[in-house]
């Protein structure tokens, strides 16, 4: 089975994919969705303010408090992994502990399609300050349902990994967008829990954080955060937005009057593929436990995309995020200095220094035209 881990050539697949949308673009979808929009998006927004310095309220923590039990939100971090991403999940977690974890031990949750090595475990147990859970994916959350066509799919991998589309002769990495989109917080192991970070093998974080994001989350009323968020390439979901339009059609009684659809539409209401990059979020698991997000991915999973295109969790969860909340439950998390390559989130002004990233690498400041994160920060609130 195929690695769903980035191997170096395809992290360098995926920068050169990167470069050359942000050099030639890509023509999104041209179909309007069926529902009034309730926000405008402004096209040119300069330099956002500052989106901590507007929230009611932030809990701080000193940096003497190592020892002390301090309040928490019943949250977990959550890691899909494999044994040989141990090394880059390590230097991950060493960055993650020493810049927020070690103050408060909020445990962790690791999940695989395979069972954890005992070296696996025991050298991630010995460098987390918070409980260790290790959980193998349910067979029938990590495999093809009944109703999808498996020479169809093989046939579309085949074409569009001869169109050189990224990630397109992968089968592991669909059934881990599927995962991701539909499953994840169906684990067991999550049952538990009401809030999650998600964290991948590899990324940096580059800033101290000295508040705790998961109780900023919840006494804000906040369902969704993030720190990236770009334009997919169209190759990779082109019915996505059809069929999510006919999701809206079918249930517009589930859809609130005041939404985020604002973010993936242009000013004509023409999908623009803008999207939350999932590979980190800070979330409400009631939200994607609502009945309303489970008839969505239903719906997904059902018209089959997930197999005969290639559709990510990035933007399944963003469609999902803009249809049924609004601006004030979906947060920014400028302050956090965040790497996933080839990008930054990288905080600017006052709050840089206390981060070894450099300002003018952030998304939206180097890559603005491919960025969606000013557009975001430029919607009115409800």
Not at 116 to 138: A, N, R, T, Y
Not at 189 to 198: P, S, T, V
Not at 229 to 235: A, F, L, M, T
Request: hydrophobic share 35%.
């Amino acid at each position: 089975m195929l690695n769903f881990s980035q191997t170096d050539d395809a992290k360098d697949a995926l920068q050169a994919e990167h470069e050359n949308v942000i050099a030639n673009g890509q023509a999104p979808g041209n179909m309007k969705h069926p529902l009034p929009v309730t926000v405008t998006v402004t096209q040119d927004v300069g330099t956002p303010h500052t989106v901590t310095s507007i929230v009611k309220e932030t809990v701080f923590v000193d940096s003497d408090t190592t020892n002390e039990v301090l309040e928490k939100a019943n949250a977990a971090f959550v890691v899909l992994t494999r044994n040989n991403d141990l090394n880059d999940l390590r230097e991950t977690l060493i960055q993650l502990e020493d810049r927020f974890n070690r103050h408060y031990k909020y445990p962790y949750v690791f999940l695989n399609n395979e069972p954890f090595s005992d070296e696996f475990k025991e050298k991630i147990q010995g460098m987390v300050s918070g409980e260790c859970q290790f959980g193998l994916i349910p067979e029938e959350h990590w495999s093809y349902p009944e109703y999808i066509d498996q020479t169809r799919a093989a046939e579309a991998r085949k074409d569009m990994q001869d169109r050189k589309v990224i990630y397109g002769g992968s089968e592991s990495y669909r059934h881990m967008c599927r995962y991701e989109s539909g499953f994840f917080f169906r684990h067991p192991l999550m049952d538990q829990y009401k809030w999650y970070w998600r964290v991948e093998p590899g990324v940096k974080f580059a800033c101290e954080i000295d508040y705790d994001p998961f109780l900023f989350m919840e006494r804000n009323n906040k369902k969704y955060g993030f720190t990236v968020s770009i334009k997919e390439y169209i190759e990779t979901i082109p019915t996505l937005w059809n069929t999510t339009m006919d999701f809206m059609d079918k249930h517009k009684e589930m859809i609130p009057a005041a939404n985020l659809m604002g973010f993936v539409t242009d000013k004509n209401g023409k999908y623009n593929r803008c999207h939350f990059w999932s590979n980190f979020e800070i979330g409400s698991l009631d939200f994607l436990r609502s009945d309303q997000y489970m008839a969505y991915f239903d719906h997904l999973d059902r018209a089959g995309g997930f197999f005969y295109e290639r559709w990510g969790d990035a933007p399944v969860h963003s469609l999902g995020v803009s249809m049924f909340l609004n601006k004030n439950e979906v947060h920014w998390f400028e302050d956090i200095g965040y790497y996933h390559g080839p990008l930054w989130n990288c905080p600017k002004g006052e709050a840089n220094k206390k981060c070894w990233c450099p300002e003018d690498q952030s998304v939206e400041v180097k890559y603005k035209t491919w960025s969606c994160t000013l557009d975001f920060v430029a919607l009115e609130n409800p």
